[in-house]
């Protein structure tokens, strides 16, 4: 488990001087974001000033973490690159399989009985080439990566989009598709737009009810989920000083809910303490040789206004606590108006369940504040009126928190300990309370709140707050209630309230584990088997696909998605989370939870060749058969959630040729390309009004695909009638050579033979 000393050492020691040439180079102070980056060039010594939101720069990361679902497509796809080992650390982390419904115990084991056939393959694949494994059990990817590999000034990329968690600890940590980390593991460079940067200024600090994670919910109301595309957010200032590193975290965390390419604290005493307190003194004293070169230069931060693209300046001393939804994590409202809004709007106020837990906040500190709450519903004798579930961040949080009496308080409330690992928060939750799809709200502390996303319910209205404010509300079990103000009538009718929480930052007694459930991998996997079952219908081997090349001419139109259109509704996940490594399976939830303009309904579509109406994979399978290309159009920001490269895969097996959108979320637009597919966005957005249902597509121009040359396409209506469609495309020439080999894995491959 250990974290690679060598490694970081390399890193510190090049990194003053690529910083101080690359200072030199763009001949101005530097953010910290541009000094990780600067200082990660995969040609080493910088040489050229990058343009910020326009050109595409080759990184080397340090590190590669994945998660179980993402993991097996993307292990499935290392296989195919005829590698011994990965090139770079990697972890591979079991956390997003296992349902939560009874408790811990009989969680983990129900899931290490249904899902052994993936943990073994994913623990073989892992001792082969040469990848730490964490078992089902021992904790959440991104708790597991902060507490043990996340370091200052270093660069990771991860197969699951709320990688950028480690930002908590001052690194540049990315969310990508399992086909960009496949390269990297395959020893090839990260390609990565250099992005823009949002500055945000942290002045005063936290107190009372209010949490790290009121920053981010604050600064998401202010971004929206599209506010952050293409920027890394970098948080300055003395209030940034004055958060935890956990804390910093779960603002770095959500950062993926405003669509940031990652979020990012420079290193200072928090981290420090952090890094001592999880076993890594080491670090934290290589770190402190060169802190000024893992911190923004003291320039940037006095005049942000000149250095960033867009500065946000925050008071903690008087950010309100904020409880964000329902059904998307931006729609802020401070806690104590949301009472009266959700009377206007109809939401219940009744609340069945307060949930505590997810990548974002399942912290020792997080558990001790929330902790604070229960004990006092307890104390004062009052009977929370809604369901506890409670997911710790990692074993070693778990073991602490048992030890200190934390979990205990809990359970004293009722709560159901769940097991160290994603559950609710991935819809890996199976909820008894309900018996069909009644309208309902809950608060949560974790980052997302779509439809569905906790318990597949699209009439569950939930609310994403810190865990005390979810702690708090759901002992009340009302959306109105406010702890600040409200009193609550406890079970001697008396009228009581709840303090302030109290919080303990890092364990006073130290972190501690007996299993903390990591494997190593043996130092020659050149002996291990890995095998998957041709009749598995939970694994597939992959078979490369074949170019689309450069005519498609008569694909028809396969759905014109409406609104929003996330990669959850491109690729679902809950119980299709069983599928996620075996790609035919998996295609039969390709985009059914994307409404159709036509008809305004999910997963119905029209097979233009039988005039029937069928299921959105099924009708695309009907094209396949036939030999005929679809095509997939879309709304603003599509593909927007997560790294899923499933939701590119999916449509690519099942014959789309490509997808056109108003705009597109960066990580699926790169998941799109890298399959050798057609992502494009309509130069003119009014031309999305001008598809119609029968349509057949020809591309005009597509034999001449080159960088920053718009494709031209013609869209035949029923009646005969075309209209001819400008297509903008962001495909630089090695893009396209992606495209043209038939993927980015066909590409390592053949350049791996010769
Ligand atoms: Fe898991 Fe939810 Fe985080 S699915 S990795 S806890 S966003």
């Known amino acids: 488990m250990a974290f690679d000393i060598d490694m970081i050492k390399k890193v510190y020691k090049t990194m003053p001087e690529r910083v101080d040439k690359a200072r030199q180079i763009v001949s101005k102070p530097l953010t910290l974001s541009e000094k990780i980056l600067y200082a990660h060039l995969w040609d080493g010594q910088p040489t050229t000033a990058f343009r910020r939101g326009k050109d595409y720069v080759d990184f080397a990361p340090d590190r590669i973490a994945c998660q179980d679902a993402t993991a097996q497509m993307a292990l499935l796809q290392f296989m195919q690159a005829g590698k011994p080992k990965v090139a770079v650390p990697t972890t591979v982390h079991c956390d997003h399989l296992i349902q939560a419904k009874q408790g811990a115990v009989p969680d983990l084991k129900r899931a290490n009985e249904t899902s052994s056939e993936v943990f073994d393959f994913l623990a073989s694949v892992s001792n082969k080439y040469g990848i730490g494994f964490w078992k089902p059990g021992a904790g959440i990817i991104h708790q597991v990566v902060l507490e043990n590999y996340a370091f200052p000034g270093g660069m990771m990329i991860g197969t699951d989009s709320h990688t950028v968690n480690a930002g908590g600890l001052g690194m540049v940590a990315i969310g990508v598709g399992g086909a960009d980390a496949v390269d990297v593991m395959a020893g090839m460079a990260w390609e990565l737009k250099f992005p823009k940067l949002i500055g945000v200024k942290l002045t005063g600090s936290l107190s009372g009810w209010t949490a790290s994670k009121d920053v981010i919910l604050k600064v998401a109301g202010i971004l929206t989920v599209k506010g952050g595309t293409g920027a890394i957010v970098e948080y300055f200032g003395p209030g940034a000083k004055n958060l935890s590193c956990t804390g910093k975290g779960t603002i770095c965390n959500m950062g993926a809910e405003i669509g940031a390419t990652t979020s990012t604290f420079g290193y200072d005493d928090s981290m420090e303490r952090f890094l001592r307190a999880t076993d890594r003194s080491e670090i934290a004293d290589e770190a402190n040789k060169i802190r000024e070169y893992l911190t923004g230069d003291p320039e940037v931060y006095e005049n942000p206004e000149q250095y960033f693209d867009e500065v946000i300046e925050i008071d903690l001393d008087t950010l309100r606590p904020h409880l964000n939804g329902p059904f998307t994590p931006d729609l802020a409202t401070p806690v104590g108006e949301l009472g009266k809004l959700a009377r206007e709007k109809g939401w219940p106020i009744k609340v069945d369940w307060g949930l505590i837990g997810s990548c974002t906040n399942s912290s020792y500190e997080d558990l001790t504040r929330a902790a604070s709450i229960a004990k006092q519903a307890v104390d004062k004798k009052i009977v929370a009126k809604a369901d506890f579930g409670i997911n710790p961040g990692s074993e070693t949080i778990r073991f602490t928190a048992e030890r200190d009496g934390i979990l205990k308080i809990f359970e004293d409330l009722n709560a ?326 038939g993927s980015a894995l066909n590409l390592i491959k053949r350049e791996n033979a010769s």
């Open 416 to 741: 159901t300990i769940f097991t160290n690992a994603c559950g609710p928060c991935i819809g890996q939750w199976d909820r008894s309370d309900l018996k069909g799809e009644e309208k309902n709200t809950i608060v949560h502390s974790f980052n997302r709140n779509f439809s569905k996303r906790a318990d597949g319910n699209p009439n569950t209205h939930a609310f994403v707050g810190s865990p005390e404010m979810v702690a708090a509300i759901a002992i009340s079990g009302r959306l109105d209630f406010d702890p600040m103000n409200d009193t609550l009538i406890n079970e001697d009718g008396l009228e009581v309230k709840l303090d302030a929480p109290q919080g303990i930052e890092l364990p006073p007694r130290g972190f501690d584990v007996e299993d903390a459930g990591y494997v190593e991998p043996v130092a020659d996997g050149s002996n291990v088997d890995v095998s998957v079952s041709p009749t598995s219908e939970r694994l597939q081997l992959l078979t490369p696909f074949e170019p689309i090349g450069g005519s498609v001419k008569g694909a028809k139109l396969l759905i014109k998605a409406f609104g929003k259109c996330t990669t959850d509704h491109i690729s679902m996940a809950g119980p299709w989370l069983r599928y996620r490594g075996h790609l035919d399976n998996i295609s039969n939830n390709m985009l059914i939870g994307a409404v159709n303009a036509f008809g305004m309904k999910t997963n119905f579509v029209k097979n233009q060749l039988t005039g029937e109406y069928g299921g959105v994979p099924d009708v695309a399978r009907d094209y396949k058969a036939k030999g005929i290309y679809s095509i997939v159009v879309g709304d603003h920001n599509y593909g927007e959630g997560s790294s899923r490269e499933h939701a590119a895969m999916e449509p690519r097996h099942l014959g789309v040729a490509a997808v056109l959108v108003k705009s597109f979320a960066r990580i699926h637009e790169t998941n799109l390309k890298k399959q050798g597919m057609l992502g494009l966005t309509f130069a003119n957005e009014s031309d999305y009004d001008l598809i119609q249902e029968d349509d057949t597509i020809n591309f005009l121009d597509l034999d001449q695909f080159a960088p920053e040359k718009p494709l031209t396409l013609e869209f035949v209506h029923a009646d005969g009638t075309k209209d001819v469609i400008v297509a903008n495309h962001t495909y630089n020439q090695s893009q396209i050579d992606w495209y043209n080999e």
